[in-house]
């Protein structure tokens, strides 16, 4: 079965860091690139970040930007995300999901073909 599974997700205080792990599961990543996305309660899902295959070209919303770190490792087919600074507009639900590409380098948010169930953040004090 060919899935993505998120972790690293949980409750934070303001200011405070987590680091979400994306895991392809039957599949090997080699051939996609990577998005994250998230969606707060209420709120249309949003691109956050995105990878391109060979890990040369990254993008990051605004909102995230110096303060998040996408950086993936295709050897163990894993995506992460490492988010810094978080403040409580970036709770949210963020979910991995990953699009094939003969493109080696470049990334967006849109035609994604598998996605993960996602994991929850939750920034409170």
């Known amino acids: 079965q060919l899935q993505l599974v998120e972790s690293g997700g949980g409750l934070v205080q303001p200011g405070g860091s987590l680091r979400l792990s994306c895991v392809a599961s039957g599949f090997t990543l080699d051939y996609y690139a990577i998005g994250w996305f998230r969606q707060a309660p209420g709120k249309e899902r949003e691109g956050v970040s995105c990878?391109?295959?060979?890990?040369?070209?990254?993008n990051y919303a605004d909102s995230v930007k110096g303060r998040f770190t996408i950086s993936r490792d295709n050897a163990k087919d894993t995506v992460h995300l490492q988010m810094n600074s978080l403040k409580p507009e970036d709770t949210a639900v963020y979910y991995c999901?990953?699009?094939?590409?003969?493109?080696?380098?470049?990334?967006?948010?849109?035609?994604?073909?598998?996605w993960g169930k996602g994991t929850p953040v939750t920034v409170s004090s």
């Open positions: 990878i391109s295959k060979s890990g040369s070209s990254l």
């Open positions: 999901a990953a699009r094939r590409t003969v493109s080696v380098s470049g990334c967006n948010y849109y035609g994604m073909d598998y």
